[in-house]
């Protein structure tokens, strides 16, 4: 009697399994491979490798060959072989920056080209062959500023010619309600007054008055009203 109890029950058991391995299959694929869902959603809400580059495009600003270093512009300068003289600088107010063995020097004004050559030209004095990079880490001299209803207002480095449409979209484009129609530059004269340009989104766009698409100078003020 007692054997046949427990047949009945290990059928019972083995009954109930069955039909809950059948209602949810995934439940027991989920838990073999190791992958809760609570998982599997985070991994899909984190942003794909093309939304995290586009990210970084947008702070990533690389200066062009004929930019022209100007005060707190930052400088990375690397001699080969030689931590010493490999370090980071700030162009001083003055427009110079000062390093070992090299003394002061004038860089405003100058590309990093220039400002290599003359690194190399005196410390060729106190060194065999010095093999000299330099590089514009950070622009501070030249910058723009974009206001009003546009999604991320501020100032933006000036480190590549840039156009109006293009600080446009490097400020994330327009907010709802913005007038694209009456954009304004407000660009700062030798005299310390400001000359006010024009911008017509809408029919640059089309084709229409692109001379409005003015390459940005250093202080600029875009307005989008």
Not at 172 to 194: C, H, Q, V
Request: a positive charge; glycine letters at 8%; hydrophobic letters at 35%.
């Amino acid at each position: 009697m007692g054997t046949r109890h427990a047949s009945c029950l290990y059928t019972v058991v083995l009954s109930g399994l069955a039909f809950c391995l059948a209602a949810h299959p995934g439940t027991a694929y989920a838990s073999s491979a190791g992958r809760p869902e609570g998982a599997t959603a985070a991994r899909a809400a984190q942003p794909g490798p093309q939304e995290a580059g586009q990210q970084s495009s947008t702070r990533a600003k690389p200066v062009t060959d004929d930019y022209t270093i100007g005060p707190s512009d930052v400088l990375a300068i690397n001699v080969w072989k030689d931590t010493e003289l490999t370090r980071t600088v700030t162009v001083r107010p003055d427009g110079k920056i000062s390093l070992p063995l090299v003394g002061e020097l004038e860089v405003d004004g100058l590309t990093a080209n220039k400002v290599q050559a003359l690194i190399v030209q005196r410390l060729a004095a106190y060194v065999t062959n010095p093999q000299v990079t330099v590089m514009v880490q950070e622009v501070k001299s030249q910058t723009y500023v974009i206001v009003g209803k546009v999604t991320k207002p501020g100032s933006y480095e000036l480190g590549k010619p840039t156009t109006v449409l293009e600080a446009v979209a490097i400020a994330g484009g327009f907010l709802d309600f913005a007038k694209t129609n009456k954009i304004r530059i407000l660009r700062p004269s030798a005299d310390g007054t400001s000359d006010t340009l024009y911008f017509d989104y809408k029919n640059v766009i089309k084709g229409k008055h692109t001379e409005q698409n003015v390459t940005l100078k250093n202080g600029d003020t875009i307005v989008v009203p």
